[in-house]
């Protein structure tokens, strides 16, 4: 079945510099990757989606890229704040979906902590 | 920007009582999820919804598990004999075609 790690369960780092997380998956060639953020008690919020054929994709300080010879896509966020402590979630479509709609299967997550 | 809302925000159940999770989806949504979040491990998908009927689910979703859209706003989410393993947050999700899942901020399950 197919397998997703962030291999970071946490990172810290001070505010203005650059996040960099990493998602890696196996056994799957998913059509596109999603990131969500999640905030303690709060369901995961949707950021960027990026698909096979993108390479990289950008919004506002946030920017995704997409490997699939790696089987890796990495997520950054530049000039980053405080308020961008939480934890990013990895997410790609199931094996089985049938369609866009299908399920996300989702990594563990790195919680993000960005000290002022 | 409408949300999906879920009640209650918690529930406590003693092991063995079924348990009715509540969800109003995003009105102009038509595809439906359940999925759920133990405490320090990753969100797992359960089932998903379309046009009445269940599209797909996991190997969580057994049968004492079953998913119900009564009326044109609600989805729920019945447990019907609650075990202690069940005890988790659980997440309703919805979206409209090509566009990414909007979650509710779920409904912390605790079973005694």
């Known amino acids: 079945s197919q397998k997703i790690e962030q291999n970071s369960e946490a990172l810290n780092i001070q505010e203005g510099k650059t996040a960099t997380l990493t998602c890696n998956y196996t056994?799957?060639?998913?059509?596109?990757l999603q990131w969500y953020r999640q905030d303690p008690g709060r369901g995961p919020v949707f950021l960027l989606l990026?698909?096979?054929?993108?390479k990289e994709k950008r919004k506002e300080r946030l920017k995704v890229t997409f490997d699939t010879t790696l089987k890796q896509s990495l997520f950054h966020i530049t000039a980053s704040q405080p308020a961008d402590s939480a934890t990013y979630l990895c997410?790609?479509?199931?094996?089985?979906?049938?369609?866009?709609?299908?399920?996300?299967?989702f990594g563990k997550g790195t919680k993000l902590s960005v000290k002022p | 920007e409408p949300e999906v809302t879920q009640t209650p925000s918690h529930q406590v159940t003693q092991m063995g009582q079924e348990v009715i999770l509540r969800c109003v989806p995003i009105?102009?949504?038509?595809?439906f999820y359940w999925y759920r979040q133990i405490l320090g491990q990753k969100v797992e998908f359960l089932v998903s919804?379309?046009?009445?009927?269940?599209?797909?689910k996991s190997e969580i979703f057994d049968d004492q598990f079953s998913v119900e859209r009564p009326d044109g706003s609600n989805f729920t989410l019945k447990i019907r004999s609650t075990k202690l393993e069940d005890s988790a947050m659980y997440f309703c999700?919805?979206?409209?075609?090509?566009?990414?899942?909007?979650f509710g901020d779920g409904t912390r399950l605790s079973i005694l």
């Open positions: 999700a919805s979206t409209e075609t090509g566009k990414p899942q909007h």
């Open positions: 056994n799957y060639s998913p059509a596109y």
């Open positions: 990026i698909r096979e054929n993108e």
């Open positions: 997410a790609l479509p199931g094996m089985n979906y049938g369609g866009s709609q299908g399920n996300l299967i």
């Open positions: 009105s102009n949504h038509l595809y």
């Open positions: 919804f379309y046009n009445n009927e269940i599209s797909e």
